[in-house]
Antibody
Framework: EVQLVESGGGLVQPGGSLRLSCAAS????????MSWVRQAPGKGLEWVAN????????YYVDSVKGRFTISRDNAKNSLYLQMNSLRAEDTAVYYC???????????WGQGTTVTVSS | DIQMTQSPSSLSASVGDRVTITCQAS??????LNWYQQKPGKAPKLLIY???NLETGVPSRFSGSGSGTDFTFTISSLQPEDIATYYC?????????FGQGTKLEIK
């Protein structure tokens, strides 16, 4: 069964850092682009970042550039999102997603909640 | 960034009704458009890809059409389990962008 399981969410103060992880199983992880998508409470979906199969290309939404870093470890079938200088507006459920085609997510994890508050 | 304008933002319909949601892109995206369904507390689920192709396992009452800038998503006969929020999303250009969502309720 194809599965993505996120972890690492929690409560963090403004200006703090958090690292999200996503464990993939049931498919050849190293063959796919991977993405992070977030959803603020009561709001719509916002794509955050994605990364090429070998990690050589990475793209970010403007609002997180310079603060967030996407990475992957194909040997561990894992995707990561390092989030620094967190702001209240980063509060959201963060989903890990597999890209069937760049920008097109066909498999999603269950999400992990990040709350930025003092 | 490409803006996706979805309408209506909410919709109330009866079981068995035909339901239509529209999505307009701010520029030509060819057919690089998906439709997702999201139920409360759950992750989005892909229903339609490339504007009109039904994802494997998705009931045939769901369909999509359009190309360029104007797209339509239709449920031919609304079922109680279709209560959810629906999003269109373009993947022609990075960043991928979503419509604001259409919340579908049963009348």
């Amino acid at each position: 069964e194809v599965q993505l399981v996120e972890s690492g969410g929690g409560l963090v103060q403004p200006g703090g850092s958090l690292r999200l992880s996503c464990a993939a199983s049931g498919f050849t992880f190293s063959s796919y682009w991977m993405s992070w998508v977030r959803q603020a409470p009561g709001k719509g979906l916002e794509w955050v970042a994605n990364i090429k199969q070998d990690g050589s290309e990475k793209y970010y939404v403007d609002s997180v550039k310079g603060r967030f870093t996407i990475s992957r470890d194909n040997a561990k079938n894992s995707l990561y999102l390092q989030m620094n200088s967190l702001r209240a507006e980063d509060t959201a459920v963060y989903y890990c997603a597999r890209d069937k085609v760049v920008g097109w997510a066909d498999v999603w994890g269950q999400g992990t909640t990040v709350t930025v508050s003092s | 960034d490409i803006q996706m304008t979805q309408s209506p933002s909410s919709l109330s319909a009866s079981v068995g009704d035909r339901v239509t949601i529209t999505c307009q892109a701010s520029q030509d995206i060819s057919n690089y458009l998906n439709w997702y369904q999201q139920k409360p507390g759950k992750a989005p689920k892909l229903l339609i890809y490339d504007a009109s192709n039904l994802e494997t396992g998705v009931p045939s009452r769901f369909s999509g059409s359009g190309s360029g800038t104007d797209f339509t998503f239709t449920i031919s006969s609304l079922q109680p389990e279709d209560i959810a929020t629906y999003y269109c999303q373009q993947y022609d250009n990075l960043p991928p962008t979503f419509g604001q969502g259409t919340k579908l309720e049963i009348k």
